[in-house]
Every structure is written in structure tokens, then in C-alpha cells.
């Protein structure tokens, strides 16, 4: 129930109850088949909601080999670090240290730094992967990173959604099925009527239903 009381778990896809993992409360977590571990420190925020936060609270990584002992990773990068992923042999991850938050791989020891996104103003979020392919969001967007070599460059996926345009459409309301509260005019020849959340003016004799204009 509390951000900085978030645990990892782990599950088998084929069912079965989870089963914690002993890093204790972390953000993010990247583990290699060879065993190599790499946590995310808890953050109170997400860095796209911190934009170039630089205290003591910000988003950091650290680095262990699978025997329960870890060190502080990439502490020279002066921002926020977040979101590991392992990609191949690299970590992958954002950070905010070049101002705009975008996608950089280091080696496994931490060296080579690469960047492979070049986005400004709206941070580079929710980084995720299967070892090969790496995806991530931006302004509403999807894009994919197929390669961790230097050249490489982001595809933006395109993703289209049954939208809510046909439900816009004005057409007939059932009243009788959305009656709310009415009250009588004092002269008795009209009452306000609620329905879907509007007042209809409604005459008992003849003329159109008018919506009351909202206060």
C-alpha cells in the first residue's frame, strides 16, 4: 500500500503462487541469465514527473553478481537512472543526465556508454524488454529498439485503437430508462426533468424539450 514498500516477485508462467524475491523494497529489477543483478533504488516519483531532479532521493541503480551483495552502478552519470533492462550482454536503461530523459547501454562492468534515443522535452518512460528487443513510451507513443549498436535507431510503432467516435454520435435516449429528479413549474404547464445527468424543460401541452442551459 506504500510506494516505498514495493517488493519484487517472481512467477511461473505456467501458474502458481508468486514467490518474493530477497532484495528487499526496489523500483526496478534486471537479471541475467549468468546470474548478474542489477536494482533500482525505490523512487517517490518517476523521473518524467521530476524532470532533472538531482537529490538525494533520485532514481539510482546497483550492481551485484547473485550473492546478495551489492555496489552503487553508474553513480557517474549526475541524474536519474532508472528502468534496467538486460539487452544481450548490455543494461539497458533511461537517465536524465544529458537534461532529456532517453534510452543509453552500458557494457556489463559499466563502460561504453551508448545512446541510442535523442529525444528533447518529453522524457522517454516505462523502459521494458525480452533480452532483444527493447520498447518504451513517449508522448502518447510507442517505439522499439531492435539493436544496441551505436547507429541504432528508435521505430515508432504504429498502434491503431477502436476509438469512441461511433459512441459520440448523438442519437435517441430511452428517457424512460434515465428518469432522475423532476419538479413541477408553479403554473403547472411544464416540469424540469433530469435526465443523464442534464435538466430537460419539458411543457405538458405541446413544444419541444429544451435542455436548461448549465448554470
Known sequence: PFTD?????AFDVTGGPPRRLPYGPISGLAVHPDGAVVLQSVIFREPATWHRYRGG?????????????FEPFLR?????????????????????????????????????????TDHEGVYARDLAGDGGTLVYRRAGELYRLDSPDADSQPERID????GTR?????????????????RVDTTGRASAVEVLGTVQWLTHLDGPVRTAPAP
Not at 57 to 67: I, V
Open 5 to 9: 514498500n514495493a517488493w519484487a516477485y
Open 76 to 116: 557517474e552519470l549526475n541524474g536519474q537512472v532508472c528502468d534496467p533492462v538486460w539487452w544481450g550482454d548490455r543494461l539497458a536503461f533511461i537517465s536524465d543526465h544529458e537534461d532529456h530523459a532517453n534510452v543509453y547501454s552500458v557494457a556489463a562492468d559499466g563502460s561504453d556508454l551508448r545512446r541510442h
Open 166 to 182: 461511433r459512441g459520440r454520435v448523438p442519437g435517441p435516449v430511452p428517457t424512460g430508462k434515465h428518469l432522475g429528479e423532476f
Open 159 to 162: 498502434i491503431v485503437l477502436p
Open 57 to 69: 532521493t533520485r532514481a539510482k541503480l546497483w550492481r551485484g553478481a547473485g550473492d546478495g551483495e
